[in-house]
Nanobody, 124 residues
Framework: VQLQASGGGLVQADGSLKLSCAAS????????VGWFRQAPGKEREFVAG????????FYADSVKGRFTTTRDNAKNTVYLQMNSLKPEDTAIYYC??????????????????WGKGTLVTVSS
């Protein structure tokens, strides 16, 4: 499975961006897709996740109510709609996927496949 995240850019605080994660290869094997981010000097952190079926989205407390993750079945693409962005949302955003249901889907080691990140910069 190959993943490609895109859609990052520079946005002002309170603005919006929509990230895409396009999957290719044996996508039938994917069970879950997760979004993670890593800010400069900080550890990678979980942002959101969704089952490949498009159901069961879940979020980190820091983004709940502001971010929404969805899946377009026809395009094998998962999206992360980010609203009310804050400067502390500035980070490289990654999407990841795994073929299994994990006990802890909010940790990076639960995901076998990773895409290259896309940079999101939120100015104050």
């Amino acid at each position: 499975v190959q993943l490609q995240a895109s859609g990052g850019g520079l946005v002002q605080a309170d603005g919006s961006l929509k990230l895409s994660c396009a999957a290719s290869g044996p996508t039938f094997s994917i069970y879950i897709v997760g979004w993670f981010r890593q800010a400069p000097g900080k550890e990678r952190e979980f942002v959101a996740g969704i089952r490949w079926s498009g159901e069961g989205a879940f979020y980190a407390d820091s983004v709940k109510g502001r971010f929404t993750t969805t899946r377009d079945n026809a395009k094998n693409t998962v999206y992360l709609q980010m609203n009310s962005l804050k400067p502390e949302d500035t980070a490289i955003y990654y999407c990841a996927a795994d073929p299994f249901s994990r006990v802890h889907p909010t940790i990076g080691s639960a995901y076998a496949y990773w895409g290259k990140g896309t940079l999101v910069t939120v100015s104050s």
